[in-house]
């Protein structure tokens, strides 16, 4: 089992930045590959980014590509996404989540474990 909780998200004018952080304990966090998806109110929850167990490969949305970073520190249990030149239409639910396996995914079913989310809202 693995617990992930995010923190970081807020509110932003539009062109500013964020960094979300996710923090897992439970099972040895390098071991999983972790993702970042976004839910707005009405849509589903889609993917924004991931990354390998290792650190190794990166996968982006068309949408977020050049305005966000993922990244993580397996020495401290925790992936990052670094959001910059937000737009109001990034406002979304964003969620972590962890996979067991070494790629990247963009898919949601092959995750297993979910943090609760993190608001983050942009204004224009």
């Known amino acids: 089992q693995v617990q992930l909780v995010e923190s970081g998200g807020g509110l932003v004018q539009a062109g500013g930045s964020l960094r979300l952080s996710c923090a897992a304990s439970g099972r040895t966090f390098s071991n999983y590959a972790m993702g970042w998806f976004r839910q707005a109110p009405g849509n589903e929850r889609e993917f924004v980014a991931a990354i390998s167990w290792r650190g190794g490969s990166t996968d982006y949305a068309d949408s977020v590509k050049g305005r966000f970073t993922i990244s993580r520190d397996n020495a401290k249990n925790t992936v990052y996404l670094q959001m910059n030149s937000l737009k109001p239409e990034d406002t979304a639910v964003y969620y972590c989540?962890?996979?067991?396996?070494?790629?990247?995914?963009?898919?949601?079913?092959?995750?297993?474990?979910w943090g609760q989310g993190t608001q983050v809202t942009v204004s224009s």
């Open positions: 989540a962890a996979r067991e396996g070494k790629g990247t995914s963009r898919l949601r079913w092959s995750y297993a474990y």
